[in-house]
């Protein structure tokens, strides 16, 4: 009888789908939902001896950034004195090497996956992340064929580029790495993506790698000058979209727009919609919507709801701020505390927001949510705004994203609502927080992390995502 057991008291981790060098990968069940997840466990011991513990920051990091269709979904992240624990979403698929391996695709099976890789690339991009090693062993298919893309572990983000605006770090496997990465000079994440993909296209239409050779040097050489040939059964417009995407000179490569104008992409296109977070409280009718939006400051009411004070002291100091790497419900906002009472913060609210020209609805009591009048990346932003009594005379205000771009919400808010509520805000989250001895913040997160530890997992920390 195949062995499993319980992690977290959350999920039931059954048989190895798979290993690599600091991680083996496991399938596994949510205990409640019954809903079937990928677990990646990853030896905490293993990484840090190696180096790498700041790769598995970024990877969650980047991660967390990227929510779309057909990229590999991290739910969520736990760890243990000795493990990390990467809950992601089972594909079951798959790799798309393994479909590849069996002999090459028809133009139109090449053509969808391509046209979902270069939209999920697109969407990276647009996140500031590059991927860095585009191959189809790193491609997975879902059950409806549908592809996903996985390991972002040598992934960079923004804070990667050196002053010259360039990456410089060496990785990537050879055979699908752009000439200028291995130039060592620095190179556009964006455009070594993109000759990744063109190397894809190929062996997917090919059922071989275009720059083949036994000896790494002699491939490297082809590589340098783009030298490659083309099979009698490729079409004439897939050949003239690959000679673009193939191009030594990153400067004269193809771009993603062009991509997508491109006449052999275009043929049965239709862009993914990226994912949205809804809140539950969005699940109301668009009738009942219009009703609250009416009478947003009608209804009187004694107090709003009370801010936990350890909630509150953990939110507006730096030391508990752990946002850059998990996104928690209340880590997700912007949150900031005033004097005013409650009803005047909410009437400056829906001024600014009716300003912006966004549709204003009630919730509940000292809750309200902002819809946006334009479609953006991932639809409307709706943002939830909510205020919470701490002291009689201090009030906390937190805004969060409900639906949409995240990138949008950060704008909505650096822009759109610090400025127009300068003069009901006390201090903004983190603006005024205390710079103590680190070994002193250690200290007081190890004490707190005891004190919240669940009693089915010894020493076990637990991030949602």
């Known amino acids: 009888m195949e062995e499993r057991h319980v992690i977290f008291g959350k999920y039931e981790m059954g048989r190895l789908l798979g290993k690599g060098t600091f991680a083996k990968v496991y399938y596994g069940k949510h205990l409640v939902t019954g809903e079937n997840v990928a677990i990646k466990v990853i030896s905490k011991n293993q990484v840090k001896k190696e180096g790498m513990m700041e790769q598995i920051q970024r990877e969650v990091s980047v991660m967390r950034l990227v929510r779309h269709p057909n990229i590999v979904e991290l739910k969520e992240v736990m760890a243990t004195k000795t493990k990390i624990f990467f809950i992601m979403e089972y594909v079951r698929?798959?790799?798309?090497?393994?479909?590849?391996?069996?002999?090459?695709?028809?133009?139109?099976?090449?053509?969808?996956?391509?046209?979902?890789?270069?939209?999920?690339?697109?969407?990276?991009?647009?996140?500031?992340?590059?991927?860095?090693?585009?191959?189809?062993?790193?491609?997975?298919?879902?059950?409806?064929?549908?592809?996903?893309?996985?390991?972002?572990?040598?992934?960079?983000?923004?804070?990667?580029?050196?002053?010259?605006?360039?990456?410089?770090?060496?990785?990537?496997?050879?055979?699908?790495?752009?000439?200028?990465?291995?130039?060592?000079?620095?190179y556009d994440g964006?455009?070594?993506?993109?000759?990744?993909?063109?190397?894809?296209?190929?062996?997917?239409?090919?059922?071989f790698l275009p720059f083949q050779e036994e000896n790494v040097m002699k491939m490297y050489r082809k590589v340098f000058k783009a030298e490659y040939h083309f099979q009698p059964w490729f079409s004439t417009d897939s050949k003239k979209l690959i000679s673009r995407l193939l191009v030594a000179d990153p400067e004269k490569r193809i771009t993603i727009p062009a991509i997508m104008r491109n006449h052999w992409f275009l043929r049965g296109f239709s862009r993914p919609v990226a994912f949205s977070i809804q809140d539950s409280s969005l699940e109301k009718t668009e009738q009942e919507q219009d009703l609250d939006s009416c009478s947003v400051l009608q209804t009187k009411v004694s107090s709003p709801e009370f801010y936990n004070a350890f909630e509150f002291i953990s939110s507006m100091s730096s030391g508990f701020d752990l946002s850059s790497l998990f996104e928690t419900k209340k880590k997700s906002g912007s949150m900031f505390t005033s004097k005013f009472s409650a009803s005047a913060i909410m009437e400056k609210i829906d001024g600014v927001a009716r300003g912006l020209n966004y549709k204003v609805s009630?919730?509940?009591?000292?809750?309200?949510?902002?819809?946006?009048?334009?479609?953006?990346?991932?639809?409307?932003?709706?943002?939830?705004?909510?205020?919470?009594?701490?002291?009689?005379?201090?009030?906390?205000?937190?805004?969060?994203?409900?639906?949409?771009?995240?990138?949008?919400?950060?704008?909505?808010?650096?822009?759109?609502v610090r400025p127009a509520l300068k003069d009901i805000v006390w201090t903004w989250q983190g603006d005024n927080a205390c710079n103590n001895d680190n070994s002193n913040n250690n200290n007081s997160q190890v004490e707190d992390s005891k004190k919240k530890k669940p009693s089915h997992a010894e020493d076990c920390e637990i991030a949602m995502l």
């Open 93 to 186: 698929g798959g790799e798309l090497f393994a479909k590849v391996a069996r002999g090459r695709l028809k133009e139109e099976a090449a053509r969808k996956y391509f046209q979902q890789l270069i939209s999920a690339i697109d969407y990276c991009h647009s996140r500031g992340v590059y991927h860095r090693d585009l191959k189809p062993e790193n491609l997975l298919l879902d059950e409806d064929e549908n592809l996903k893309i996985s390991d972002f572990g040598l992934s960079a983000l923004p804070e990667q580029l050196r002053q010259d605006g360039l990456l410089h770090t060496q990785c990537g496997t050879p055979a699908y790495v752009a000439p200028e990465v291995l130039r060592k000079k620095g």
């Open 190 to 207: 964006s455009k070594a993506d993109i000759w990744s993909c063109g190397v894809i296209l190929y062996v997917l239409l090919a059922g």
């Open 362 to 416: 009630k919730l509940k009591d000292f809750k309200v949510r902002l819809q946006g009048p334009c479609e953006g990346r991932k639809g409307k932003l709706a943002v939830t705004a909510e205020v919470f009594e701490v002291a009689p005379e201090v009030a906390v205000v937190e805004f969060s994203k409900s639906a949409g771009d995240t990138l949008e919400y950060t704008k909505f808010c650096e822009e759109d």
